[in-house]
């Protein structure tokens, strides 16, 4: 009987450990992320500020809603629907300024990856958005459920980044995905020859 329970324990504790490495994998599935999505986004906001990064004057963080969604954050309203529990962003107040900080919450960690997927692909995320700026960077990063999209100057970019990985443990983030660049002078998205206005001067 001994040897019975010894050997159903040992079977029990193989498929705890099995279990526990399907789900670390790079934080494919865990995260030490914890609050509400627009907490977190508020968290990101505070952490560039804390980095010692100047960034424009932002507006508080508004729910991001299926009808805007392809606008706001690149997801189409039947993918809003199918794939977010819920979602925010945090704007620059003057439309001259390219600067957008979104967090997303997918149903689940797979959820997440695709969502991740359809914002950084042609036809996503939106990077020409603004009307005569462009961001220098748009970057995708997932920890669990969790999804942040970062389109700005490069030093904001990487500093929502960093806080980021910092908040959801550097242990449990993808990869970055920096699916967009656009390092400066002269326009080259088009025939009209018109100069490309790079994140505008901060006014302190």
């Given at each position: 009987m001994k040897k019975i329970i010894c050997t159903v324990l040992c079977i029990l504790m193989i498929a705890t450990l099995v279990a526990c490495a399907g789900t670390g994998g790079g934080g494919a599935s865990q995260t030490d992320l914890t609050g509400t999505t627009d907490g977190i986004l508020l968290e990101i906001v505070d952490g560039i500020a804390l980095a010692g990064v100047e960034t424009p004057f932002v507006m508080p963080p508004l729910m991001v809603h299926p009808e805007s969604s392809e606008f706001d954050i690149g997801l189409s309203t039947d993918d809003f629907n199918r794939l977010v529990f819920d979602a925010y962003t945090?704007?620059?107040?003057?439309?001259?300024?390219?600067?957008?900080?979104?967090?997303?919450?997918?149903?689940?960690?797979?959820?997440?990856?695709?969502?991740?997927?359809?914002?950084?692909?042609?036809?996503?995320?939106?990077?020409?958005?603004?009307?005569?700026?462009?961001?220098?960077?748009?970057?995708?990063?997932?920890?669990?459920?969790?999804?942040?999209?970062?389109?700005?100057?490069?030093?904001?970019?990487?500093?929502?980044?960093?806080?980021?990985?910092?908040?959801?443990?550097?242990?449990?983030v993808s990869s970055v995905n920096r699916f967009w660049q656009h390092e400066g002078g002269e326009w080259d998205g088009g025939d009209d020859g018109g100069i490309g206005i790079l994140p505008a001067p901060i006014v302190p």
């Amino acid at each position: 009987m001994k040897k019975i329970i010894c050997t159903v324990l040992c079977i029990l504790m193989i498929a705890t450990l099995v279990a526990c490495a399907g789900t670390g994998g790079g934080g494919a599935s865990q995260t030490d992320l914890t609050g509400t999505t627009d907490g977190i986004l508020l968290e990101i906001v505070d952490g560039i500020a804390l980095a010692g990064v100047e960034t424009p004057f932002v507006m508080p963080p508004l729910m991001v809603h299926p009808e805007s969604s392809e606008f706001d954050i690149g997801l189409s309203t039947d993918d809003f629907n199918r794939l977010v529990f819920d979602a925010y962003t945090s704007l620059a107040a003057i439309s001259t300024f390219a600067h957008q900080i979104s967090v997303i919450k997918a149903n689940s960690a797979a959820d997440a990856t695709e969502i991740m997927n359809i914002i950084s692909s042609n036809g996503g995320f939106d990077a020409n958005k603004w009307v005569c700026v462009w961001p220098q960077n748009a970057s995708v990063i997932r920890s669990g459920e969790y999804v942040l999209l970062a389109a700005s100057r490069n030093d904001i970019v990487d500093a929502a980044i960093n806080t980021f990985t910092t908040l959801a443990g550097a242990g449990n983030v993808s990869s970055v995905n920096r699916f967009w660049q656009h390092e400066g002078g002269e326009w080259d998205g088009g025939d009209d020859g018109g100069i490309g206005i790079l994140p505008a001067p901060i006014v302190p």
